[in-house]
């Protein structure tokens, strides 16, 4: 089966799939990846604005031997750019880390 895909949707699966060892050891985190397990994209609902009680969902869960990881990917094409290396995250995604 082929699968094709683009953004960061396809990008995050590829880089969980593939480069999970990368992912762990750059936030310093020893865990064997083969025993980890990876919600990819589980869905909390979407903002739907202001009013909306809705808060948006991660675009991936690690939980591994030593922590849980909630993530947001972002590729060079996103409209949140870095800034001094740091990518500052809209509202809603802040909200949905605090949640």
């Known amino acids: 089966m082929r699968i094709l895909g683009y953004g960061e949707d396809a990008l995050t699966l590829w880089a969980i799939k593939n480069k999970l060892d990368v992912i762990l050891g ?3 985190d020893l865990s064997d990846p ?17 009013t909306s009680p809705q808060f948006g969902e991660f675009d991936f869960i690690i939980l591994s031997q030593n922590r849980l990881y909630l993530g947001e990917s972002k590729w060079d094409r996103s409209s949140q750019r870095l800034k001094d290396g740091v990518l500052e995250l809209r509202a809603e995604q802040k909200r949905r880390h605090e949640i």
């Open 26 to 28: 750059t936030v310093g």
């Open 34 to 50: 083969s025993i980890c397990q990876v919600f990819f994209r589980p869905s909390f609902g979407r903002s739907g604005g202001d």
